[in-house]
């Protein structure tokens, strides 16, 4: 079993920045590939952002290129996703996920732990 805890969600102005963090456990992990995935209301949820285990593979969503980026502290247990430049449509429920296959997987079927996720919300 894998638990997740996401935080550092809130509530900002276009433009500003927000830092995402994931604590992890029960799991080594620097074997799990991990991931963020973003749901707005009324929308399906989608991918954001993807680390393999070590560390040195990322993934993005086109639309955060740039923007967003995914990070982790293997020795604190932590994933992280810094967001700036926000934009309104960038407000959503952020989710990080944890493959235990290690990969930096972009579909939502390749991770089996989720956390309960955190709320960005960017004003125009």
């Known amino acids: 079993q894998v638990q997740l805890v996401e935080s550092g969600g809130g509530l900002v102005q276009a433009g500003g920045s927000l830092r995402l963090s994931c604590a992890a456990s029960?799991?080594?992990?620097?074997?799990?590939?991990m991931g963020w995935f973003r749901q707005a209301p009324g929308k399906e949820r989608e991918f954001v952002a993807a680390?393999?285990?070590?560390?040195?593979?990322?993934t993005y969503i086109d639309s955060v290129k740039g923007r967003f980026t995914i990070s982790r502290d293997n020795a604190k247990n932590t994933l992280y996703l810094q967001m700036n430049g926000l934009k309104p449509e960038d407000t959503a429920s952020y989710y990080c996920?944890?493959?235990?296959?290690?990969?930096?997987?972009?579909?939502?079927?390749?991770?089996?732990?989720w956390g309960r996720g955190t709320q960005v919300t960017v004003s125009s």
């Open positions: 680390i393999n285990g070590g560390g040195e593979i990322t």
């Open positions: 996920a944890a493959d235990i296959q290690g990969r930096p997987a972009l579909g939502s079927r390749s991770y089996e732990y």
């Open positions: 029960g799991r080594t992990f620097s074997t799990l590939g």
